[in-house]
């Protein structure tokens, strides 16, 4: 059974940066997707980066540039380096496993097969 742990999120002040991490347990695909999702209050989910078992990488259009996907293949954890925050990126953040990456229509990024969600850790960016 496949087990994430997210962590990572704080409050900190437009601008700054943060990053998340993600440790996977129990996961024995060698083929596989990490992906970062978020939630801000009101709003669907939205997939924002995801990471390949190839350590290839996907952004949504909303983040490209800012957000940095990451993995350490020897501890299991996937990073998401967040960099010029902004207030509009306040939500809570969630990773998740799967087969798949791609993008979506919407320029959302999406997992394919997907097996498993985080408990999710909270970012929340003042102005």
């Known amino acids: 059974q496949v087990h994430l742990v997210e962590s990572g999120g704080g409050s900190v002040q437009s601008g700054g940066s943060l990053r998340l991490s993600c440790a996977a347990s129990?996961?024995?695909?060698?083929?596989?997707?990490m992906g970062w999702f978020r939630q801000a209050p009101g709003k669907e989910r939205e997939g924002v980066a995801a990471?390949?078992?190839?350590?290839?990488?996907r952004y949504a259009d909303s983040v490209k540039g800012r957000f940095t996907a990451s993995q350490d293949n020897t501890k299991n954890i996937v990073y998401l380096q967040i960099n010029s925050l902004k207030p509009e990126d306040t939500a809570m953040y969630y990773c998740?496993?799967?087969?798949?990456?791609?993008?979506?229509?919407?320029?959302?990024?999406?997992?394919?097969?997907?097996?498993?969600w985080g408990q999710g850790t909270q970012v929340t960016v003042s102005s």
């Open positions: 998740a496993a799967g087969d798949v990456c791609y993008r979506g229509r919407d320029g959302s990024v999406v997992i394919g097969g997907f097996r498993a």
């Open positions: 129990g996961y024995t695909y060698s083929t596989y997707c």
């Open positions: 990471i390949d078992s190839a350590g290839s990488t």
